[in-house]
């Protein structure tokens, strides 16, 4: 099977993986947003990411804002929704 992550969002999720309780910061979090999206996106398991990326995405505005963007742009380019 080959993965196409980055270098970048393997150390990431390895952190992750490593230690719960760890806070994220910004950069971190963009990094995973794309992954984050498409999973959530394609109905798949989004316990593969930590529970502080949600966590993070709750109180930050500006990973809120970001995510939220693409959520709709991924969203849309798979299940069209009307609103
Ligand atoms: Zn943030």
Known sequence: ???NASPMIVRVLRMLAG???IELGCEEVTALLDEYCEAQAGG???SRFAPVMNAHLRLC???REEY???L???TMDADPISS
């Open 44 to 46: 798949e398991d989004l």
């Open 1 to 3: 099977m080959t993965m």
């Open 72 to 74: 709709t742009l991924v």
């Open 68 to 70: 939220e963007a693409l």
């Open 61 to 63: 505005a500006d990973c």
């Open 19 to 21: 230690t719960q309780e």
